[in-house]
Every structure is written in C-alpha cells, then in structure tokens.
C-alpha cells in the first residue's frame, strides 16, 4: 500500500508472512498498519503459535497455509467472495498473491525468499486486472509520511523478547530460529 492509496472502509488486507524470517519486521509492520488504517487484517504462517500471536497484535484472522496450501481461496472465501483488496507479499509467492486479490486489487511485492524468480499466470493476472508493485525503501518523502503516522498513532514496535548484551551470540541465532514475531532487541541493563 504505497503512500498515495486512499483507505477505503472495509478493505481487505491479507498479509502473507510465509516466510518465517519476516515474523521480526515486515509482516508484523505490515499487519499494525493495515490496522492503522483500518483493514480487515488476515495473517498467514506455518506456526499456529505465531499466528496466535498476531491476532494477539490485531490481526483478524489467521490461516495456516501448511494445514491449508489453498490459503488463496480461504482469503476469497473471508472476503464474501471478492478476494483481498490488497495482499503485501514478503516471500515472493506472486500467483499465491495474485489468486488471492480481488478484481482490481494490489500486491505489494517486498519479499524474495521464496527465490529471485517466480512463475506468474499472466493470464489470472489480467483477468484480475490486478497492480503489482515492487516496494524497496522507497522516497524520503514516504520515509516522512511513514513516520508521522508512526508518531501521531504512537505506533510501537512489536517486541519479542530483550535479550542481554552478555547474550549477544543467542540474540543473533534466535532469529534464525525463526520462532520469534517482532523484534529481537539487545538490551544493555538485562531484560525487561
């Protein structure tokens, strides 16, 4: 959802956090500011726990896409049948994102760890006449506007847990861990 889209009343959103690495940052940033704006949030991972979690940080719905490999077609049928009106990609699964939109709707691609290709049915893509959009960084004026809504709604960042600055090595492996969802934070006086 780049800095332009106007937030509509009900829109979907469906943040695929397949990749378990993005649990730290990207999805759940993702998922609390699809609920800034008021969306209709809905979660994937292959972690009930981690998705037990995010309903804990305001997601609607949860659905684990290895109990449920057509997570597409659970998004269409919790949308009333349209389908998300956005889906924030952070693995790069595109024809996932793209069965999973509704006619007209956006991907925002932000993730490659599925791999530095993906295979798209162009066909399913025109037929939903859906917007792809690749988000890296982006402007020092998103930057900005990302910043002050962050500020005006006191937006905090979901933390997992502070570790000690004595544990330095086990902050760095848990993430590879990849049990973890938000930041892993080292902490100089001891955890809180």
């Not at 290895?66 to 699964?93: E, F, M």
């Not at 793209?98 to 956006?106: D, E, F, H, P």
């Not at 982006?138 to 933390?159: D, K, L, Y």
């Not at 600055?165 to 809180?192: I, Q, T, Y």
Request: hydrophobic residues 45%.
């Amino acid at each position: 959802m780049g800095a332009e889209t106007k937030r509509q009343r009900g829109a979907d959103t469906a943040a695929h956090a397949g990749g378990e690495m993005f649990w730290d940052c990207v999805s759940i940033f993702a998922l609390q500011f699809a609920r800034l704006l008021g969306a209709f949030v809905i979660v994937t991972s292959s972690s009930d726990e981690k998705l037990a979690r995010a309903k804990q940080l305001g997601a609607d719905v949860g659905i684990n896409y290895k109990t449920t490999p057509a997570w597409p077609n659970a998004v269409v049928q919790l949308s009333g049948g349209r389908g998300a009106d956005h889906v924030i990609d952070t693995v790069g699964g595109l024809s996932e994102a793209i069965a999973a939109i509704r006619v007209g709707g956006s991907v925002a691609f932000v993730g490659l760890l599925a791999g530095m290709s993906a295979e798209v049915d162009l066909v399913t893509l025109m037929g939903k006449s859906a917007r792809v959009r690749a988000v890296d960084v982006g402007s020092r004026a998103m930057f900005g506007a990302m910043n002050r809504a962050i500020q005006c709604h006191r937006m905090r960042p979901a933390v997992d847990r502070v570790i000690t600055f004595s544990e330095a090595a086990d902050a760095l492996r848990h993430p590879s861990e990849a049990k973890h969802v938000g930041k892993v934070c080292l902490g100089m006086d001891g955890p809180s």
